[in-house]
């Protein structure tokens, strides 16, 4: 095998000095490989997590928005032109964009050089998302690394990798000498004291209160004890709840009386400062709570420098601490932590012992060895490539590059908006005060703002907290706590106009919320949402109007698809499908595969709630007639031209009857948007993408008149077309229809990569 390592080598993942471990271990790999292949350029692309950019060193040449899908296009781009002959990424579900980090597909889709990935999570149990998203990429990877041999069993039970794909290389550690911790004691004030340490940012996970509740019993045997607790809070926790983590673990110490044996370093340190905390170390604690950390970068650290570690048994100590090298105790016990802490103070011989041979151990774990691990790594996957490569900067053909969809503009939604919703009407582009507002417009509007915040991206960031806030604040409003029923319209001067809404209204309601529930990122919107599903739940099953269950049946499966524990909500979803199957059957004919005697107004929701409906066979009979009635409708919306023509509201199109072709409305473009994407998740058949992509092009001109009715300059559509030209008006549910179909479009360009080119 050729020796020679890459000349150009790009790594991706956070970098120094954002404050994460993945940030660490990128700048740590990349200096490493560096110097161990001083003939090679080696270069970084760092991801930032924050509008304010960090001042990286040189070594990184160019930077990735988290949350900007064009950003990632731009990285490819510049990998591509600099003919970077490997890429390293460091992959952590979190620190990449999108739905469980799927923007990073879209770069590993347009890149032209071997990828070799660093797996830092390994779920044994992913959701559907995470699980599209490891299954691409590990596609796309030419060989995957992983730090324990955990890792490597995983992959090959659950993600069925070959063998041949994986190196497991362990986490790369400082080189330090093996020393009396005394040396280092009197610069922290704790000469003469027997130091226990956790470092690491802090966070919940950490488990420190057990062995802040441990500390007790160990001082009562060994009363020199002191408990150093090293490290910052984690950025994203300081940004979400403050200090107060902290500042809990500091009342802990107080009531259990030894807040004279614990001290708190609240900061980053550097690896110098780092090696001499280490140093003054006797023994690490690593009380972690949950067991599927694949990988500890802190225990990999310590463990090398020839430290004796305690730890709860998480997936990488029970790797590394086997066969005597550590002291493994159960997960949430604070009598074990002392236990294992006491076992090793009242026997002087063992914890030297143990922190001879872990020292020992730790050097096949040195960075300069693990640099050479992964420059083999690199030659690999290079080789592996050679067969199917073609040049870096291959031109794009239209065929080959993603879909493009339109720019995201925000701005009409936020003018339609005030601080009691959004507002139903405009008069051209002019909100209209006359109308008011409605929920059913408030409860799209907060659908929008979850997926948009999912998806990311800087030109929506700004107004979508404030926004989701104020129209789940409307859709609380609306909800009679007495009856059970969302009240739908509102006067200006936010006087209801009725006392009960539309069944329909109170379906969308229950869906926003079911699905504010599952995704919204605010632990307060999820808790509210959460309270008015359950309060308006109950009413449905009064309901006749089949589109109110199926908007029911969607927020339904939203809640079962993230809480598959909630047994009692499928009573209500397997009566509601039943009612679907029961009215398509009491219609359907040959030449009539529908639920109704006329096709009206958002007709395919109908068959999207049936792909997600029952369980066993009710789910395989609600799906066969979800396909059936899904296909009819797409074949007489579709023209000879081969474009999409929804229903028309004038008219609709009864049984018997004539086909209205105008009014046509964006909503019906959006609803079969959804049902053909729900369709091809459930099928994998590429005939729903194509027949997606006909109906998003129907906003952008490929419809009957060829007017474009998407205003790109201010974010507002139309509000349809009219037999002789578009209405110019652009209200909110229109307007909504568009931006929720282009969410759900570019989260099925996310999941499925290039969508398939335009509909015959």
């Known amino acids: 095998m050729n020796s020679t390592p890459p000349e150009r080598i790009a790594f991706l993942g956070g970098y120094l000095p954002r404050l994460c471990g993945i940030a660490t271990f990128t700048h740590d790999l990349c200096e490493a490989v560096a110097a161990a292949a001083p003939s090679s350029l080696c270069f970084a692309g760092a991801m930032n997590d924050q509008p304010d950019p960090y001042r990286y060193p040189p070594r990184v040449r160019f930077e990735v928005e988290e949350k900007d899908l064009d950003s990632y296009r731009r990285a490819a781009d510049f990998l591509n032109f600099n003919n970077a002959d490997v890429l390293c990424i460091q992959h952590e579900f979190g620190i990449y964009g999108g739905p469980a980090g799927s923007h990073l597909l879209t770069l590993l889709r347009e890149i032209r050089m071997p990828v070799v990935t660093t797996l830092h999570t390994i779920l044994r149990d992913p959701n559907p998302a995470q699980r599209r998203v490891m299954d691409e990429l590990i596609q796309r990877s030419d060989r995957l690394i992983v730090m324990a041999q955990k890792g490597a069993e995983i992959l090959r039970e659950v993600y069925d990798v070959p063998e041949g794909k994986l190196d497991i290389i362990p986490h790369g550690i400082p080189d330090m000498p093996f020393t009396d911790s005394s040396f280092y004691k009197s610069q922290f004030g704790v000469e003469g004291r027997t130091v226990l340490l956790t470092f690491g940012l802090l966070g919940p996970g950490k488990g420190i209160e057990y062995a802040i509740e441990a500390l007790p019993t160990i001082v009562k045997r060994h009363p020199n004890v002191v408990y150093l607790i090293l490290g910052a809070t984690h950025p994203h926790l300081v940004a979400r709840d403050g200090e107060s983590y902290r500042l809990r673990l500091e009342r802990l110490a107080e009531d259990c009386g030894v807040k004279e044996h614990v001290i708190f370093y609240d900061r980053f340190v550097s690896l110098?400062?780092?090696?001499?905390?280490?140093?003054?170390?006797?023994?690490?604690?690593?009380?972690?709570?949950?067991?599927?950390?694949?990988?500890?970068?802190?225990?990999?650290?310590?463990?090398?420098?020839?430290?004796?570690?305690?730890?709860?048994?998480?997936?990488?100590?029970?790797?590394?601490?086997?066969d005597g090298r550590g002291i493994l105790v159960p997960f949430r016990d604070s009598t074990a932590i002392a236990e294992g802490v006491c076992a090793y103070l009242d026997d002087p011989v063992r914890l030297q012992k143990t922190g001879e041979a872990a020292h020992r151990r730790g050097r096949e774990m040195i960075w300069s060895a693990v640099a050479e691990r992964y420059l083999e790594s690199f030659r690999r996957a290079r080789i592996d490539r050679k067969a199917k490569s073609r040049s870096a900067f291959a031109a794009w053909t239209l065929a080959s590059r993603p879909y493009d969809l339109p720019p995201l503009r925000f701005d009409h939604i936020v003018d339609m908006t005030d601080s009691t919703g959004i507002l139903q009407h405009a008069t051209f582009n002019v909100p209209n005060f006359h109308e008011g507002y409605c929920t059913d417009d408030n409860?799209?509007?907060?659908?929008?703002?979850?997926?948009?915040?999912?998806?990311?991206?800087?030109?929506?960031?700004?107004?979508?907290?404030?926004?989701?806030?104020?129209?789940?604040?409307?859709?609380?409003?609306?909800?009679?706590?007495?009856?059970?029923?969302?009240?739908?319209?509102?006067?200006?001067?936010?006087?209801?106009?009725?006392?009960?809404?539309?069944?329909?209204?109170?379906?969308?309601?229950?869906?926003?919320?079911?699905?504010?529930?599952?995704?919204?990122?605010?632990?307060?919107?999820?808790?509210?949402?959460?309270?008015?599903?359950?309060?308006?739940?109950?009413?449905?099953?009064?309901?006749?109007?089949?589109?109110?269950?199926?908007?029911?049946?969607?927020?339904?499966?939203?809640?079962?698809?993230?809480?598959?524990?909630?047994?009692?909500?499928?009573?209500?979803?397997?009566?509601?499908?039943?009612?679907?199957?029961?009215?398509?059957?009491?219609?359907?004919?040959?030449?009539?595969?529908?639920?109704?005697?006329?096709?009206?107004?958002?007709?395919?929701?109908?068959?999207?709630?049936?792909?997600?409906?029952?369980?066993?066979?009710?789910?395989?009979?609600?799906?066969?007639?979800?396909?059936?009635?899904?296909?009819?409708?797409?074949?007489?919306?579709?023209?000879?031209?081969?474009?999409?023509?929804?229903?028309?509201?004038?008219?609709?199109?009864?049984?018997?009857?004539?086909?209205?072709?105008?009014?046509?409305?964006?909503?019906?473009?959006?609803?079969?948007?959804?049902?053909?994407?729900?369709?091809?998740?459930?099928?994998?058949?590429?005939?729903?993408?194509?027949?997606?992509?006909?109906?998003?092009?129907?906003?952008?001109?490929?419809?009957?008149?060829?007017?474009?009715?998407?205003?790109?300059?201010?974010?507002?559509?139309?509000?349809?077309?009219?037999?002789?030209?578009?209405?110019?008006?652009?209200?909110?549910?229109?307007?909504?229809?568009?931006?929720?179909?282009?969410?759900?479009?570019?989260?099925?360009?996310?999941?499925?990569?290039?969508?398939?080119?335009?509909?015959?």
């Open 272 to 322: 110098d400062d780092l090696k001499e905390f280490i140093g003054a170390t006797d023994i690490y604690l690593t009380p972690y709570l949950n067991e599927a950390q694949i990988t500890s970068g802190t225990l990999s650290y310590v463990f090398g420098a020839g430290k004796a570690v305690v730890s709860t048994p998480y997936w990488h100590a029970q790797e590394l601490l086997a």
């Open 443 to 760: 409860a799209r509007a907060f659908l929008l703002c979850i997926l948009l915040d999912e998806l990311g991206g800087r030109s929506s960031l700004e107004n979508l907290p404030r926004l989701a806030t104020t129209y789940l604040a409307f859709l609380s409003a609306a909800l009679d706590r007495k009856t059970g029923r969302f009240r739908n319209f509102m006067s200006h001067g936010r006087q209801w106009m009725e006392e009960v809404g539309s069944e329909d209204c109170h379906g969308r309601a229950l869906w926003a919320t079911a699905t504010g529930a599952c995704r919204s990122r605010s632990e307060g919107h999820r808790k509210l949402s959460a309270q008015l599903f359950e309060a308006g739940l109950g009413a449905v099953e009064g309901f006749t109007s089949p589109r109110a269950w199926a908007f029911t049946l969607l927020g339904i499966h939203e809640l079962l698809r993230l809480h598959p524990e909630r047994t009692d909500l499928e009573g209500p979803r397997d009566l509601l499908t039943r009612r679907l199957i029961a009215l398509w059957k009491g219609c359907a004919s040959e030449d009539w595969p529908w639920f109704e005697p006329a096709a009206t107004y958002e007709n395919a929701r109908l068959c999207q709630a049936l792909f997600l409906g029952g369980q066993g066979p009710l789910h395989t009979e609600a799906m066969e007639i979800g396909l059936q009635s899904l296909r009819w409708l797409a074949s007489i919306q579709k023209t000879q031209a081969g474009h999409f023509r929804p229903i028309g509201n004038r008219g609709f199109y009864e049984r018997g009857g004539a086909h209205a072709y105008f009014d046509q409305q964006p909503v019906e473009a959006q609803a079969m948007i959804s049902a053909c994407l729900e369709a091809y998740r459930a099928t994998h058949d590429t005939l729903w993408l194509r027949e997606a992509k006909r109906a998003f092009e129907w906003f952008l001109g490929r419809n009957d008149l060829g007017i474009t009715v998407y205003d790109s300059g201010s974010g507002g559509c139309s509000d349809g077309l009219h037999p002789d030209r578009a209405n110019e008006n652009q209200g909110a549910e229109s307007t909504l229809a568009f931006h929720l179909s282009r969410a759900e479009m570019t989260f099925a360009g996310h999941l499925t990569g290039v969508l398939p080119d335009r509909a015959p």
